[in-house]
Nanobody
């Protein structure tokens, strides 16, 4: 089993930045890749460091992974009101694991 705990959400004005964190615990050696979702996939990163982004966030968001801390981050810059959503962390292992979500609200 893998447990995921997200943090870092909040309210920010358009153009601002937030950094989301997702800390994994439990059977972390089972994790192959991790990702952030809102309505759909935002960004993903594999254990080898390969990254993938949705077109809507390319150039503004950056996903990174600290293997020593079993944590994945999502740096979000130049935020827009349409980025407002609950952001969920997902880990791909023997099965998909999901965090509880963290709310991001971008005011115009």
């Amino acid at each position: 089993q893998v447990q995921l705990v997200e943090s870092g959400g909040g309210v920010v004005q358009a153009g601002g930045s937030l950094r989301l964190s997702c800390a994994a615990s439990g059977s972390v050696n089972d994790i192959n890749s991790m990702a952030w979702y809102r309505h759909d996939l935002v960004a993903s990163i594999t254990s080898g460091g390969s990254r993938n982004y949705s077109d809507s966030v390319k150039g503004r968001f950056a996903i990174s992974r600290d293997s020593a801390k079993n944590t994945v981050y999502l740096q979000m810059n130049n935020l827009r009101p349409e980025d407002s959503a609950v952001y969920y962390c997902e880990a791909d292992g023997y099965r998909d694991y999901w965090g509880q979500g963290t709310q991001v609200t971008v005011s115009s």
